[in-house]
């Protein structure tokens, strides 16, 4: 290493404390502002994977609303009125989010007018669909009707 320093606990810092040598819980490691920001870049996806990965991302992803709130505002642009019955009746972010994420994302495949030559209910995609209220459909029919 010439003329380069090593971090102060060098290697040692970015090891496992079991002795298996594997990379080190960074979330344990960085102040809670930082792991937050470093959550913050993920999907929605990719946020619920992380908060799997373990007991302490679970508790950092969790109790962060903030992470939670970025991605429902998002969803918001298509499921406003659903996100604020949700918010009106309590709800916390992440379950708000939870609940209107994939009716969001069916709900602007239609609005976008993916659907729109579709021949028969059997040529929908299956795994595409999601269950909606009345007002929901009335919403796609009007987008339908001003194309």
């Known amino acids: 290493m010439d003329g380069e320093r090593a971090a102060p606990g060098g290697p040692a810092l970015l090891r496992s404390g079991r002795g298996g040598g594997g990379p080190a819980d960074f ?3 960085l102040p809670p502002e930082v792991s937050s920001r470093i959550f913050s870049d993920l999907d929605v996806e990719s ?3 992380a908060s799997a990965t373990c007991k302490g991302w679970h508790r950092v992803i969790e109790g962060n609303d903030r992470l939670w709130r970025h991605h429902c505002l998002s969803v918001r642009a298509v499921c406003q009125r659903e996100i ?3 918010r009106g ?3 916390s972010w992440k379950i708000t989010l939870l609940r ?3 009716k969001s994302k069916v709900k602007q495949e239609w609005l976008s007018g993916k659907y729109s030559n579709i021949p028969s ?3 929908l995609p299956e795994k595409s669909m999601y269950p909606m209220d009345v007002d929901t459909w009335g919403e796609i ?3 339908e009707l001003e194309r």
């Open 27 to 29: 979330v344990a490691l």
């Open 47 to 49: 946020l619920c994977h």
């Open 84 to 86: 604020d019955c949700d």
């Open 89 to 91: 009746n309590g709800y």
């Open 100 to 102: 209107n994420y994939w």
């Open 121 to 123: 209910q059997t040529s």
């Open 141 to 143: 029919l009007e987008a």
